[in-house]
């Protein structure tokens, strides 16, 4: 060894570990480590009651503990300062540098454990030794040959210390248990649970991992892509039902207003009806006036001249007279207290009150479970049975005897003594709700619609030109069938019993035109019930 490397060397032996300088007055301390005098009565004086753990090893020695001068030591270090080299030189000037560099912390880094004045910001942790280490003393611990194989990792503080030791034995994490996927120290190995489990080192836990990590990554990106894209739909959707829920709110003020319109309408034509009947009755009542008015004055008139002709002693004048008054004309007063009056447009008593409002909350009521319970549209299949060759689509009505179906109700008769036909009906029953299907007829003659319930059948049904609507045996109404009737829309709502029938023909234009009732009627509140289909040519197309 040259004589530059053995004077490194000892300079690093002559270091106070505390200072960092030369010893000035060297003693010695109960765990054998050396320190400047002046450095540890500094370090007592800072904190007087707390135990002084020392710097290197960090066992702790009470405050009053006795220093005793390490005579041999002082020695060592006076000789070494008579005989200074450049490499010394160096280093103290390579140990300025990095003082400088480390020098001014900043809040919240993690500082040296064994700086004592102006602690420096650490740069590595020593998980062997539980301490941080700035630059300075980082140097001085790589330099001992038994601190050579303690664990250096980035500065961390108390806490990150105590989550990389394990909380059972107080021992590094140093394994990893691939059983339960957790690190263990390497008592656990042994000692607890995981005595039986696959355990492998720490560091081929973290190339397994690192081999993991871009594909896990990878996978979190996606993910996170597609919670993105679904919040990005969900916001959509949500514009989608402002911008809905705000179309309807405006529809419904114009329907509302609408009504009201024709509410107000309504009832001021009702209102000057009313008037001009009062005013035809009361003009008939004052003609009335008026006519008698002026046969009182008159009859007034000849009572005025018979007071005066009883005065009258001359006989033929008074006879005159007399006779000329008793002979005027004088209509007969009727014995009525008053006259014939027209019938007023409209009667308002307890009864048509009654009527009117029941009406009123009906129209409320129906409104109400028009917005609420939207009918929903059913595509019906019906079964068919298969017969010397033939066979259908099951959403295709034939008219018999090209096809036989299945039938899953007694055959009916048609009314007007007709002979007894065969139906179909729906695979699909009808027991809550509201409910629509469409049918095409365009290409049927003598047609049949309806649904079929456990005591009785309602439908429509043409005869001829005209459309006839039957409750069981008895005709509801009969009507002229338009000629551009192609689709027919039956409507089923079993909450309120009542079954419609209306012209959709129109798919296209005012949304108002592509419904036209033909019928609504009553029916009974027994289910299931169950569509029913009839032609007697061609064929039935459900929609």
């Known amino acids: 060894m040259t004589r530059p490397t053995a004077l490194a060397g000892l300079a690093e032996e002559v270091t106070c570990a505390i200072c960092l300088d030369i010893h000035s007055t060297p003693v010695s301390l109960s765990c054998g480590h050396s320190f400047c005098k002046q450095r540890v009565q500094q370090s007592r004086q800072l904190r007087p009651q707390v135990p002084f753990r020392f710097p290197l090893c960090h066992s702790q020695a009470e405050p009053a503990a006795e220093l005793q001068p390490n005579v041999q030591l002082r020695s060592i270090v006076e000789k070494f300062l008579d005989a200074p080299t450049q490499e010394k030189k160096e280093d103290g000037e390579m140990q300025s540098e990095d003082e400088d560099e480390s020098s001014g912390p900043e809040d919240g880094v993690i500082l040296c454990d064994s700086c004592l004045q102006e602690p420096q910001p650490a740069l590595k942790t020593c998980l062997t030794c539980e301490a941080s280490l700035c630059q300075a003393h980082l140097s001085k611990h790589r330099t001992k040959s038994h601190l050579k194989d303690h664990v250096l990792v980035e500065p961390c503080d108390a806490q990150v210390l105590a989550e990389r030791r394990c909380r059972q034995h107080s021992k590094l994490l140093e394994c990893y248990c691939k059983t339960d996927s957790v690190c263990i120290c390497v008592m656990c190995c042994v000692t607890s649970s995981h005595k039986n489990h696959e355990i492998i080192p720490l560091e081929e836990a973290f190339g397994q991992v690192q081999k993991a990590f871009p594909e896990t990554l990878k996978a979190l990106q996606k993910h996170e ?45 009702v209102l000057t009806a009313l008037r001009q009947n009062e005013e035809q009755q009361l003009s008939k009542i004052r003609t009335q006036i008026e006519k008698h008015q002026e046969e009182k004055d008159a009859a007034s008139r000849d009572i005025q001249e018979l007071n005066v002709l009883k005065h009258q002693k001359d006989m033929l004048l008074f006879t005159k007279a007399f006779e000329a008054i008793r002979t005027r004309k004088r209509n007969a007063v009727p014995t009525a207290a008053g006259v014939t009056l027209p019938t007023p447009p409209i009667l308002f008593d307890e009864l048509t009150t009654d009527i009117t409002l029941r009406l009123f909350q009906q129209f409320l009521s129906d409104t109400k479970a028009l917005f609420k319970d939207l009918p929903v549209c059913e595509h019906l299949t019906v079964s068919v049975k298969h017969l010397n060759g033939f066979h259908s689509n099951a959403t295709r009505v034939y008219a018999p005897p090209r096809i036989l179906y299945d039938f899953l109700h007694d055959l009916h008769a048609f009314p007007n003594n007709q002979r007894a ?8 029953s009808f027991s809550g709700g509201r409910h629509f299907w469409e049918v095409d007829t365009s290409n049927a003659t003598g047609w049949k619609l309806g649904i079929v319930q456990p005591s009785v059948e309602c439908y429509l049904q043409t005869f001829a030109d005209r459309l006839c609507v039957f409750k069981g045996q008895t005709m509801i109404a009969d009507k002229g069938c338009p000629v551009a009737l192609k689709v027919v829309r039956v409507e089923l709502d079993c909450r309120r019993n009542t079954l419609a029938f209306y012209n959709a023909s129109v798919k296209d234009g005012d949304p108002a035109e592509s419904l036209r009732l033909i019928e609504t009627l009553s029916i009974p509140s027994i289910y299931p019930a169950y569509a029913i289909f009839y032609t007697s040519d061609g064929y039935l197309q459900l929609l």
């Open 225 to 269: 892509a597609e919670l993105n894209q679904r919040i990005t739909n969900l916001l959509k959707q949500e514009d989608e039902v402002e911008a809905e829920e705000s179309l309807r709110r405006n529809q419904l003020e114009s329907l509302f207003e609408q009504m009201q319109l024709q509410l107000e309408n309504t009832k001021a034509e």
């Open 421 to 428: 036909t065969e139906q179909v009906q729906s695979n699909q």
